[in-house]
């Protein structure tokens, strides 16, 4: 579990003897999961740290017609749910659940916050992960703001190229897994990606994606 944790980004910058002895000063749990089970409800309260040792999570929430919408994946080592746990009023947005199987670091707060005051390293790197995590949910509710599923497509993979640096990448989800994040039916999804590789925008080889048209593509989510 240490030799994961230094390559986290709560513990950035922190070998492995230095997590050891924090952890012998600082109150903590571990827990398993199974996959698809839930870990957290929306609407309870957040009163702990969670960073992933082992597996994936998703957070999920529901639309005003009932339609379960895709938030954000989660991956081993990092921390999730943080956002809430200092805010005023700390109740989860989304449900919590796991990918598959899961093991679970957890902190109470007062005990993390307890660390935070005596680690200026970790207090850096927290607000660090808070930052990201605006940015990277900012950027999931501009997606779904668009009406147009082309343009979803469009905004998704120019973040593709800008995260890989390269207008070549592999795609990490199967088409099941974006309909799912784009809150659309699959055979929507398969006919507008066709689409953008007829119309030469994308070339697509099995999960392998290579931008033909990066300025078709910026037309298409504006």
Do not use: W
């Not at 999961?33 to 082992?54: H, P, T, V």
């Not at 993390?112 to 200026?120: A, D, E, M, P, S």
């Amino acid at each position: 579990m240490y030799e994961t944790l230094t390559n986290s980004k709560l513990f950035k910058g922190l070998g492995k003897s230095e997590i050891i002895h924090i952890f012998n000063l600082i109150h903590h749990q571990v827990k398993t999961y199974q996959a698809e089970e839930i870990i957290a409800y929306s609407g309870c309260k957040c009163d702990k740290l969670f960073m992933l040792i082992e597996g994936s999570v998703r957070g999920e929430m529901i639309d005003d017609n009932g339609k379960i919408i895709k938030v954000e994946d989660v991956f081993a080592p990092d921390t999730f749910a943080e956002a809430f746990l200092f805010a005023e009023t700390p109740e989860l947005l989304v449900n919590i659940i796991a990918n598959n199987n899961v093991t679970i670091l957890i902190f109470q707060k007062d005990d993390f916050f307890k660390l935070l005051n005596t680690n200026n390293l970790i207090l850096n790197n927290y607000l660090t992960v808070l930052s990201n995590r605006f940015v990277t949910v900012t950027d999931r509710m501009k997606t779904l703001s668009l009406k147009k599923l082309e343009g979803k497509l469009a905004n998704y993979f120019l973040q593709l190229e800008k995260t890989n640096k390269s207008s070549t990448f592999k795609l990490a989800h199967t088409h099941q897994q974006l309909a799912d994040y784009f809150g659309v039916a699959r055979p929507s999804l398969s006919r507008a990606i066709s689409l953008m590789v007829k119309e030469g925008i994308l070339n697509i080889n099995k999960k392998e994606v290579e931008i033909l048209d990066k300025n078709k593509l910026y037309q298409m989510f504006l």
